[in-house]
């Protein structure tokens, strides 16, 4: 089995979890139970208003929802573990979860769906085809920009890069050296005191 095929398969089934999880929801609260319980207490030669019969049917869907709910988190992690793009996984997710989810209300709950909602469904998956390529497009423009150096820049005012010290409007050159005022005038006043000093002796 290749390397592609684990993680397609587990997202189909976390996908196809996720639309059973929904029915078996529904079923705990839905008034199709109600019916269910009574055939099947009329089967038992019970009487068809029951309440212990149907407690216990709607129970039991109460149990696979959180059963099946538990499973398509499982199979999603396990999923995004394999694959190496998180933003596929979740659009085979989501594809698998909205056809199946369609198909499971035709047969269970008779549900007709009109055309609106089939363009709607494509509309949403294609659109989270464009926004996952759109994502990798993205990360893959990062990852070759990590790690490059840009070229230093040219800074108005006369200051430059690379090494070069900086000259603020204020400093002034003396035999080629770049001198702050202040350091001038300390060389100034060094230089005074000497003069001084040798007309003393």
């Known amino acids: 089995m290749s390397y592609r095929a684990p993680w397609l398969a587990l997202a189909v089934a976390s996908g196809a ?9 529904k079923l705990t609260t839905t008034h199709l139970t109600t ?39 499982a199979l999603f992690t396990s ?9 596929r996984v979740s659009i085979v997710n989501t594809s698998a979860n909205f ?9 269970v709950f008779s549900e007709k769906l009109p055309g609106m909602w089939w363009v709607g469904a494509g509309l949403l998956v294609v659109g989270n085809v464009v926004i996952g390529a759109k994502r ?3 990360g893959q423009g990062k990852g070759k920009g990590d790690g490059e150096v840009l ?19 204020g400093d002034e050159v003396n035999e080629g050296r770049v001198v702050d005022d202040d350091v001038l005038e300390l060389e100034r006043e060094v230089s005074v005191d000497g003069k001084q000093g040798g007309g003393r002796k």
Request: hydrophobic share 45%.
């Open 17 to 25: 979890c996720a639309a059973f999880n929904g029915v078996f929801a």
């Open 35 to 73: 019916s269910w319980s009574h055939a099947i207490s009329t089967t038992l030669h019970l009487s068809p208003s029951n309440k212990i019969i149907e407690f216990l049917i709607r129970g039991f869907f109460f149990t696979l929802n959180l059963a099946f709910n538990a499973l398509m988190w």
């Open 79 to 87: 999923a995004l573990t394999r694959a190496s793009s998180t933003t």
């Open 99 to 107: 056809l199946l989810t369609a198909l499971l209300g035709l047969a």
């Open 136 to 138: 990798e497009e993205d």
């Open 151 to 169: 070229p230093l820049e040219r800074e108005e005012g006369g200051r430059e890069e690379d090494g070069e010290r900086y000259r603020d409007e």
